[in-house]
Every structure is written in C-alpha cells, then in structure tokens.
C-alpha cells in the first residue's frame, strides 16, 4: 500500500463511523437539569459569603474561592450546582446536585476542553462522589480514585466538589435549613 | 417576650397560693367563703391574664414572619448593594443567574486572548555519582511553553517549545525544539482528528511527561531509552474515548532514520547514567526525527488502546510500525528490502487508596540489518535488531496535609540496548581503561549497554504542581553509574 492510500484510508474509516455531534459540550445546562433534578420548579439561590464565610470555605477545603463561576439553584429538596475548575489549564464546567440530607447525589461533566484527560467523563469515576457529604476526606488517592493521564482533572474536580460541599455546609444550610 | 409572659403567670400563681396559705395560717377563724372569694378573685384574673397572652402570641405571629421577610429582603439587598458586596466575597451573582432553561451552554469569548491558553513546565537536576563525584552535574534540563488557541468549541491549537539545557547556542550543548504543535478538530464525543506535530501515545510518560507526574529526578531508562521520550512525529491522528473507559489512538505519521546512526564513535557516547539519558545513545533516540527536515518517503502507523473503565486502573497496549529511511548502502554491497522499526508496549497502573503501582514492558525491533551491521565490522556500535526494557515501580503517599505531599517510591527496571544483533555478534567494546572523553587524561571504562537499576527515593509535592524529589540509584552493571539525585519540577 501506498503511502499516499495509507494516508486516505484513515479519515474515510474514521468519517463512516463518526456522526458530527457537538463537540466538548457532553451536556447544557438545560440538560443537565433535566436529567439531574427531572421537571421539578427551580429557583435561582444567591450565594454571597460573608468574609468570614468565605475563611471558613476556604481552610474547610484547602483551596481558594474565585467569583463569578458558581452558579445554584433550588427545587423542593436539593440543590443544583454549575461550576467550573480549571483542568489542565482550561476551565471543565460540571454540574452537581446536593440533596436537603447534605449529601451529594450526582456529578456531571457538562464541558471539557482540554486536550488530555477527558476520562474524567468516565461515570464510574464521577460515580465515586456519589453519597459523600461536608466533612467525609475527598482527595484523589483518599475516598476518590486516580485516572492515570487525568491527574490534574481529577484532583481540581475533587476540589471543586469539596467546595461545593462546603459552601453547602457553611452558607446554604445555615441560610435556609 | 413569650418566655418571661411565662414566668410572670407562674409567680402570680404562686404569689396567690403564698398568699392564701400565709392567710389560712394567720387567721383560722376566718370564714371559708371569704377565702373561697380572695380564690374566686385570683383565677378570675388568671384567666384575663391567659387571655391578654394569647392575644400577644397572636399579634407575635404576624411580627415574626415580617421579620422573616426583613431578613430576606437584607439578604437580597446585600446581593445586589455594591457598597455591601465591595465587602463580602459574591461567588456568585444573584442577577446573572437566570434559570437555567434560559442559560446559553457556555460564555463565548469576547476577545482574541480569551481564547488563548499558556502553559509552562520544567525541571532542574542535581545528579551525583558516587563513585566518580567529578562528574557531578547540575542542569535546568527544560524549560518548555506551551501556547494553544480555541480557534471554536470543536478546533483547537495547541504548542509547546522547550529549551534544553538552559542555553542553545553553536557552542553549547542546550537545544531549543518544538515538541508539540498540532490541531485538535473534534468530530463526536468519542472521536477527535489531529494534525501537526504531537506526542506518539505509548506508555504511562510520553505523553504525561510533565515533572509532578513521575516519581524520581529523572524519567525512568525505560521510558527513555526504548521509548524515546518525550517521543513525537509529525502526521495526524484519530483519538477518543468512550463512557466505558475505553481509549483509543490510531494514526500515520514519520518515521525514523537509520541514516544518521554513527557506526563508529570516538569515545564511549556516555560514561554517566545523565549523559546515557542525554546523548541519543538509545537506537530510537539516535534516529528519531522530530519533524526537522524529516525524511518521509516511508510513512508509519500506530494504534495504541487504553481502559480505565474501573476508577483507579489503568491498562493499555500501543504498537508502531514503519519503514525507516535505510542506512546507506556500503560500496558495491545495496541492502535490498525494508529496515522496518517496530516498537510495542503494555502498561499498567493501579493506584489503589495511597497506593500507585504500575509496570511497564516495552520492546522494539529493527529489520533487515545483516549487511548494514557486516560492512561496519569492530564498530563498537552496531545497530541492535532487538531491544527492551521493563520495570516495576511503586509508591505510598506516607503524609499529606493541606497541599503538602510526601510520596516515597522504588522501582527496579531493567534495559538492554541491543540483545539481537544481526551481521555482527555485538558491540565491539574496547577492554581495560582507555581515553574515554576528549578531556586530557580523562580515563575510564567504555559502558556496556544494558543495566539493572534500583531507584528508591521520594516526591515532596509542596502543591500539587510543585515537587522536590530526591533518589539514589543503583547500576548493576555499569556500578561507576550509581547516584544520588536532586530535583525541582513544577507546572502550570
């Protein structure tokens, strides 16, 4: 075989058996609802921290807060989160839900844009998140698997859902019981 | 309010119990009916008394639910106050948060450098041999950049550019190479099309070479010596993974170049494990291409698989095969046929709890070399029709608290640059102490090309993108190679 026929053999496989989707976004939000929380009336939840809030946040979880990525909303018995952590060095949105019981019931990847680490979609490795609540260790390596070649993903996706357990335990708890 | 309404019932109610005893006692002869009046009295007024208070409890009422509303109607003044959020940390702002039916899937950029990615890595080394503590080096080994740009949600560039050893120029040993420029078009979400330059997907390192994701200084012989890390090709690609953890990587790119073997080498190419690592001594990093000036009238292809459907497993396959441009025919003896370098590896890691274990096997094999390694006869360096190496490495997270990180680890590996060899027996390797530098009186013995090493040693993560390691290896065959190493490494 030529290399020129080589060289045209690959795409045509590829093309027959790929249907164009769009491309990183795994999910929108919309969708994400949908499929997290079903037809049940949201309300959009305000999340301002206090500076003392916002300490508390931070030395819970080891990690610093930045505005402006979170957003949350509230139906009758759980929260619906939307947030974003950076990768590698581009920003993963997710999206998590936080029952009225302070547990997390369900993580999803709604957008990846890095080259390397997209494994981090795996369900069973989102399932891992599943049960766990404000003050269970969530590390990668402690309660939360590795994904060899998705190291970094893994350990900010781990942050941020720690964050998100946080800010549940220390604002929206004590807010609105 | 309702507390001390509470207190005061029951001090009247036993004030007039007090006091209708107290009475009973100071005067017996006083008739019963007066009593019966004075207790007549009192519980008529016990029963206004109930009576005012359920009127408070019911005016209480509405009071406390306009406190409540005051309190939302505060919250959400704080929300939307600047003077108030000035203060307060908002991580998120209550009017830019419509439901989310109304939300579009993501911000758009709104300027050229918020589609602009930068990215850094690099390490610094302190090798010591012990044996021979001359030789102690220290380097900055690379500084490499990275620049991508997200050209839209489905195209994507993306570039690095590395300096070697901290100064490349004509009388210095340090290179500056792009090692990775390529574009990302992603077709579903399982398969995406690569073009450019980019890393071949073998191994656990080639393609996650970064410092913190290593134990020890250096990456380990294997990974460099039978696969030539950091290992890239210019072609394209077809790579994705599936929800069951499946990964998958097919492509065509260049291959190597035999052409540019060196049969016969003045001195020993290496005397240190570092220059071993260094000085393209391995038969696939002394014929790589790198896409300068690449010879590619022989194209190769690859496919490489990957499964980590099972958090915390990681188990993968990759051959590569191709046609090398040919080592140049000697005088009146032409090499017929191909010289075709096939390379295959099998690897696996599992880090279970602080655990991360992994192995690896790699193997290559170099075609067609009889007449080539014949009409070079004595050359201590012939060209190896096989090659190998295998190690097995694990680590223990013994500390961690907040971004601190303590990993020790230890790995034994084993390589051979050449246990095959066609037209020849082998390497024709100079016996007793000879010159081996151009150093006047830099005398030594000329290094065998294969080894068993022992590396133990730990990574100090000070975050999760800065690490100081430190190790000691141990040669067993060339035993002058022996170590101690220190290292900084960092990403962003």
Redesign the interface.
């Known amino acids: 075989m030529t290399?020129l026929s080589?060289?045209l053999l690959?795409?045509v496989v590829?093309?027959t058996?790929?249907?164009?989707?769009?491309?990183?976004?795994?999910m929108?939000?919309?969708q994400?609802?949908k499929a997290m929380i079903g037809d049940r009336p949201?309300?959009?939840v305000?999340?301002?921290?206090?500076?003392e809030?916002?300490l508390a946040v931070e030395r819970d979880t080891?990690t610093r807060?930045v505005?402006?990525?979170?957003?949350?909303?509230k139906s009758d018995d759980e929260y619906?989160f939307?947030d974003a952590v950076i990768g590698?060095?581009?920003l993963i949105?997710y999206a998590a839900t936080i029952g009225s019981d302070g547990k997390l019931r369900k993580v999803e990847i709604?957008?990846y844009?890095e080259?390397?680490g997209?494994?981090v979609?795996?369900?069973?490795?989102l399932a891992?998140f599943t049960g766990h609540q404000h003050g269970d260790t969530l590390?990668v390596?402690?309660g939360?698997?590795?994904?060899?070649?998705a190291?970094?993903s893994c350990?900010h996706l781990t942050e941020g859902i720690r964050r998100l357990l946080s800010?549940y335990a220390n604002v929206l708890k004590p807010?609105n019981g | 309010m309702t507390h001390s309404s509470k207190s005061g019932v029951k001090f009247l109610i036993a004030a007039a119990a007090l006091s209708a005893a107290a009475g009973a006692a100071a005067d017996p002869s006083t008739p019963p009916t007066a009593e019966q009046q004075l207790i007549e009295q009192l519980s008529r007024q016990l029963q206004d008394m109930k009576a005012q208070l359920n009127e408070l409890k019911a005016q209480n009422q509405p009071m406390a639910q306009q406190l409540q509303d005051l309190k939302a109607e505060v919250?959400?003044l704080?929300?939307q106050g600047p003077s108030v959020?000035q203060?307060?940390?908002?991580?998120?702002?209550?009017q830019a948060?419509?439901?989310?039916?109304a939300?579009a899937?993501?911000a758009r950029a709104s300027s050229l450098f918020d589609n602009l990615?930068?990215?850094g890595y690099g390490e610094v080394y302190y090798n010591r041999p012990i044996h021979e503590p001359s030789r102690t080096q220290a380097d900055l080994a690379r500084a490499v950049f990275?620049i991508?740009y997200?050209f839209?949600?489905?195209?994507?560039f993306?570039s690095e550019y590395e300096v070697e050893h901290a100064v490349s120029s004509a009388s210095d040993a340090g290179e500056f190479e792009v090692e990775q420029f390529y574009v990302?078009h992603?077709?579903?979400?399982?398969?995406t099309?690569r073009g450019g330059l980019f890393l071949i997907p073998f191994g656990?390192l080639n393609?996650?070479h970064e410092p913190t994701?290593f134990y020890g200084v250096q990456r380990n012989f294997v990974e460099t010596l039978i696969i030539p890390s950091t290992w890239r090709e210019g072609g394209?690609n077809?790579h994705g993974?599936t929800?069951l953890?499946i990964?998958w990587n097919?492509?065509?790119t260049t291959g190597f170049d035999l052409s540019k073997w060196n049969y016969s080498p003045e001195y020993p190419q290496y005397v240190t494990a570092l220059e071993l690592e260094d000085n393209d001594a391995a038969p696939l990093q002394a014929t790589h291409q790198e896409l300068s000036l690449s010879n590619?009238s022989?194209?190769a292809?690859y496919v490489a698989l990957s499964y980590?459907?099972?958090?915390?497993l990681?188990v993968g396959t990759a051959i590569f095969t191709g046609n090398a441009a040919k080592v140049p025919a000697p005088p009146n003896a032409p090499i017929p046929g191909n010289q075709r370098v096939t390379l295959w590896e099998a690897h696996a890691?599992w880090?279970?709890?602080?655990f991360?274990l992994?192995a690896l096997y790699a193997h290559g094999a170099i075609a067609n070399l009889a007449v080539a390694n014949a009409s070079n006869p004595g050359s201590p360096n012939p060209i190896p029709s096989a090659f190998y190496g295998y190690y097995a490495q694990g680590a223990y997270?013994i500390w961690?608290n907040?971004?601190y990180r303590v990993s020790p680890f230890v790995r034994w590996e084993r390589y051979s640059l050449g246990s095959r060899y066609e037209g020849t027996s082998g390497p024709d390797i100079p016996q007793g102490e000879l010159p081996i530098s151009a150093t006047p009186g830099d005398y030594g013995f000329y290094p065998v090309n294969h080894d068993r090493v022992w590396t133990t040693g730990a990574n100090f993560y000070v975050t999760?993108h800065v690490v100081v390691k430190a190790d000691y290896q141990s040669f067993g065959d060339n035993k002058n190679f022996s170590r101690f190493d220190l290292g900084l490494g960092l990403n962003?």
């Open positions: 290399p080589r060289l690959l795409p590829t093309m058996v790929c249907a164009p989707a769009q491309a990183t976004v795994y929108t939000v919309a994400a609802q949201v309300t959009p305000p999340i301002v921290l206090t500076p809030q916002t080891g807060l505005d402006g990525t979170l957003r949350a909303w619906f939307v590698k060095h581009d949105t709604l957008e844009r080259a390397y997209s494994e979609h795996n369900p069973r490795w891992q590390r390596g402690e939360i698997q590795n994904i060899s070649g190291t970094l350990q800010i807010a | 919250n959400q704080r929300a959020a203060q307060q940390q908002v991580v998120q702002s209550v948060a419509p439901p989310p039916q939300l899937t993501s990615s930068l990215w990275g991508g997200t839209d949600d489905r195209t994507v993306n990302d992603q077709l579903s979400n399982w398969a099309v656990l393609e996650h994701a394209f077809f993974n929800d953890g990964g097919v492509g065509v590619a022989h194209l292809e980590n459907g099972v958090p915390g990681t890691r880090t279970p709890g602080k991360d992994s997270t961690q907040d971004t999760p962003f």
